[in-house]
């Protein structure tokens, strides 16, 4: 109501505006953060399966290229297993991973 009720109620007029602003302030923040769940629950699947898809490709790929460098005896599977492990100890971890640089 704004400027009718602070002139009709004085102080209780305005106590009434600061509620209807708190009440409003705090329904866009619900409506905010609902949305905001929406876009990153499904998003978040979403991206995941993405992942998941792009990860078999890579594998496969991979598998691909080392059955064909095996194949033409550019590397044999004993030496690439020993490569393999020898990079996997660098970052200090025998893990099964790699976060160091590529070349």
Known sequence: MGWGRMLLLG???QQLDLQDQKQEIESL???LRSASAA??????ERRVAQLEHENDELRLYLAALIRHLTAKD????VDLRGIVQAIDA??????????GRML
């Open 11 to 13: 102080d209780l007029g």
């Open 90 to 99: 660098e970052d200090g971890q025998v893990d099964g991973g790699y976060e």
């Open 39 to 44: 876009r990153t629950g499904g998003g978040l």
């Open 74 to 77: 550019v590397v044999n599977a």
């Open 29 to 31: 923040r619900r409506e």
